[in-house]
């Protein structure tokens, strides 16, 4: 059974630092997507970037490109959500997720943004609340 279980959420200053680690069990599979998403609540839960385990396509939202990055560490199979300057608006429950299969190769379904779709996500983690204030 494949898991995602997020860590690194808290409290950080505006204009500060996070980093969110994702790690990843029981995937069989030797390609896999970790895609990251935030959900403020009453709003609907927003893709934010998402890293492909194989070649390593990234694909990033507008709100957080060039502000945040993500990587992977596939030894560990364990991806990382690094978020910079941070502000109040960041604040949500931070979400990964792993996706195994793909309807065309997963290099391509990452690059095109297709992991940002909640629809799409085949394993959700349980979440990691960040909490931007002073």
């Known amino acids: 059974e494949v898991q995602a279980v997020e860590s690194g959420g808290g409290l950080v200053q505006p204009g500060g630092s996070r980093t969110l680690s994702c790690q990843v069990s029981?995937?069989?599979?030797?390609?896999?997507?970790v895609s990251w998403f935030r959900q403020i609540p009453g709003k609907e839960r927003e893709g934010i970037a998402c890293?492909?385990?194989?070649?390593?396509?990234?694909y990033y939202a507008d709100s957080v490109k060039g502000r945040w990055t993500v990587s992977r560490d596939n030894p560990k199979n364990a991806v990382e959500l690094h978020m910079t300057d941070l502000s109040p608006q960041d604040t949500a429950v931070y979400y990964c997720?792993?996706?195994?299969?793909?309807?065309?190769?997963?290099?391509?379904?990452?690059?095109?943004?297709?992991?940002?779709?909640?629809?799409?996500?085949?394993?959700w983690g349980q979440g990691t609340q960040v909490t931007v204030s002073s």
């Open positions: 029981g995937a069989s599979h030797p390609v896999w997507v």
């Open positions: 890293v492909s385990r194989g070649d390593g396509t990234k």
């Open positions: 997720a792993v996706t195994t299969q793909f309807p065309f190769p997963p290099n391509l379904w990452s690059g095109s943004g297709r992991c940002l779709r909640p629809a799409e996500i085949g394993t």
